[in-house]
């Protein structure tokens, strides 16, 4: 090879590298800010939590171990090293597996219960996006109690304003204030590590938590506190989730980088340090420091400081709960499961940047309420693991079926893997239920409301298509039928139809009350795939059903905007281009009335035609010229 060709691979090689470490820099910023503020209260809530433990060796080795091989287990290996294997065209998240998991299951006698533990898992997904921010931020201003015992009465104003003010930045971006994400992160992350260090560095002897042995000892001498104690050590896994969400955003590559390489490694030095400090202070001491020992780590002086850093850090990761809640709910919009909501893009270059109002709001809302019934950060962490340990267990059993009917593992091979992370998962979701009385009701609720709506949104979308397919008119017979008998006029005209087939009631409409039809008639219908973004090249289907009449069919995955006129632009089998300002769009409203013989639950009928009224409308949704659309109402029952 020539010297030429040496120093081209060797730079390619290197810019390889450098755009790897600078995805892995910036998922710092974004990914790891939930996972990343736990140090703020779950080595605490083992001591001081519902179920209180000794400040002895025993407890506070066991304790530390614990969280060492819950991140090793439920982190390192089942999120990171398993389900970041299980991309969906580069995509990740729960809905993301279930499409997956649908594309090669879908048909089998247990796909619908596939899609149904996805459903719940993002319901309670939700609950976990209002108690985050919440417990976060709370978390990091209780920090001033430290500083100043006087400042107590200042906490909650204090997180209300800035997590009021968090929720009303929304509507502006956040591109702009992004940049700043990965340093001020990058900063909080080596804070945590030189604390650690520190005290580490004071009592070696916290080291010997790596062994195992020490949380089985733990588990064999307090049985039942052991298993209670799981509940507020899984606060140090939270935020797993959304190392498989954002997977999308920045590569399997860079999130692993990222994470062996720099946030685990960070993470387990603060706890490390937290159970060093509090094993070398003595019983006095330790009671005192207990209360919230990630800032008794700091120097009196840095303690001010650290409370600061660490508000910011919460800040950042709540900001990411928050766009991942927008995400998932576009996700969900377009695979079916909520209704169309008004999404608007914050940014004209990203465009995963959106922002949904009534999200927003409702998650906002929450956070309110929670921060004023729970108080403070200790009542909050019992409310937080349920809906955690709820995902992950879901998680698992997707798992579960992705080894066995995607991968095609033999049994032998899957189960003693399934085994192990069903009594992992399991032990946690299960000490996490003995909290339900204590808080662990509320995100219960969230996911019970959230699941009851993502259904009845389902099925009687499912109810509605069925019904105005039995009673619809092949547009092929329609065609041949209507071409001649009715007065053409000048124009395109075209007809939105929800399915892939039938006349839409809007065309049929259309000729009974105005008994025109235009030169140019185009029924058109979105196909929303389980791939993350369609192929480019597949976008248009065009069938010309001849004198004019055409069918069209664009495919999108559910992780794309559905913009209609930019897709027209590009169809040129079509009869012509389209001009906007002689196309008219015609839309299909229909009303609900129930059925002698009702698909659902009359409660249910109800509010799914609730949910109908108050929906975005397609003229919103699918970006139609506001000036151009023509709406047609017709009975549908359900």
Not at 80 to 103: F, H, K, P
Not at 502 to 516: C, D, Q, W
Not at 526 to 551: H, K, N, Q, W
Not at 569 to 597: D, H, W, Y
């Amino acid at each position: 090879m020539s010297d030429a060709a040496l120093t081209h691979s060797g730079n390619g090689a290197g810019d390889r590298h450098s755009a790897k470490l600078k995805m892995a820099a910036g998922a710092v910023g974004i990914v790891f800010g939930d996972i990343g503020t736990s140090p703020l209260y779950a080595f605490r809530e083992t001591f001081v939590g519902p179920h209180p433990l000794a400040l002895d060796d025993l407890h506070i080795m066991g304790v530390v171990s614990l969280i060492f091989w819950s991140m090793t287990l439920v982190v390192s290996i089942q999120y990171v090293s398993i389900l970041m294997r299980a991309d969906n065209r580069g995509q990740g998240g729960t809905l993301a597996l279930v499409a997956l998991l649908s594309r090669h299951i879908g048909k089998s006698s247990y796909g619908w219960l596939t899609v149904l533990l996805g459903v719940f898992a993002t319901a309670l997904f939700y609950g976990d996006s209002m108690i985050t921010p919440a417990v976060s931020v709370l978390s990091a201003v209780e920090g001033l109690t430290v500083v100043e015992s006087r400042l107590s009465p200042l906490v909650i104003p204090i997180a209300l304003v800035l997590l009021v003010g968090l929720f009303l930045l929304q509507k502006r971006g956040t591109h702009r204030i992004g940049i700043l994400f990965a340093p001020i992160m990058i900063v909080y992350f080596c804070t945590l590590a030189v604390l650690g260090i520190i005290h580490i560095v004071q009592m070696p002897a916290i080291l010997m938590a790596f062994n195992p042995w020490y949380a089985v000892q733990f588990f064999m001498t307090d049985k039942l506190l052991g298993f209670l104690a799981l509940g507020s050590v899984v606060l140090a896994v939270t935020g797993s989730e959304a190392l498989y969400a954002d997977m999308g955003h920045f590569g399997r590559g860079p999130l692993r980088l990222s994470w062996f390489g720099f946030v685990m490694p960070c993470l387990l030095l603060n706890y490390f340090g937290q159970g060093a400090m509090i094993l070398g202070l003595g019983d006095a001491g330790a009671a005192e420091a207990i209360e919230n020992p990630f800032f008794v780590m700091a120097p009196e002086m840095l303690r001010l400081p650290l409370v600061l850093l660490a508000t910011a850090a919460t800040f950042i990761a709540s900001q990411a709960v928050i766009t991942g809640a927008f995400s998932v709910t576009h996700q969900a919009i377009q695979l079916g499961f909520v209704p169309r909501l008004s999404i608007l893009h914050t940014s004209e270059t990203e465009q995963g940047q959106i922002y949904i109002p009534l999200v927003n709001w409702v998650l906002m809302i929450a956070v309110i309420v929670l921060v004023l019934f729970f108080r403070n950060s200790s009542n909050l962490a019992s409310a937080y693991g349920i809906a955690v340990t709820g995902a992950m267990l879901i998680d698992t059993c997707l798992m579960a079926v992705l080894l066995t009917a995607v991968w095609k593992w033999k049994w032998w091979m899957a189960a003693p893997v399934m085994l192990v992370f069903f009594i992992v998962d399991g032990a946690y979701f299960g000490a996490n239920f003995t909290k339900v009385p204590d808080g662990g009701w509320f995100p219960l609720l969230i996911g019970a409301v959230a699941f009851t709506l993502l259904t009845t949104w389902a099925k009687g979308r499912h109810l509605m298509r069925k019904r105005m397919a039995e009673v619809g008119l092949p547009l092929d017979i329609f065609a041949k039928s209507g071409r001649n008998s009715t007065a053409r006029v000048p124009g395109t005209a075209i007809f939105m139809n929800s399915g892939a087939n039938g006349t839409p009631s809007a065309l049929l409409h259309n000729i009974k009350h105005n008994k025109v039809l235009h030169e140019r008639v185009v029924v058109l219908t979105v196909l929303v795939g389980d791939i993350p973004y369609a192929d480019s090249g597949r976008r248009c289907e065009v069938t010309d059903m001849g004198d004019g009449f055409y069918r069209v069919i664009l495919h999108y995955g559910f992780m794309e905007e559905t913009d209609i006129p930019a897709a027209l632009k590009n169809i040129e089998m079509c009869g012509g281009p389209f001009e906007m300002m002689n196309t008219s769009f015609f839309l299909s409203r229909q009303t609900l009335v129930s059925a002698k013989k009702p698909g659902m639950a009359i409660w249910r009928e109800k509010l799914f035609a609730w949910m109908m009224r108050n929906a975005a409308t397609p003229m919103n949704f699918f970006r139609l010229p506001t000036n151009r659309v023509v709406e047609l109402g017709s009975q549908v029952e359900i």
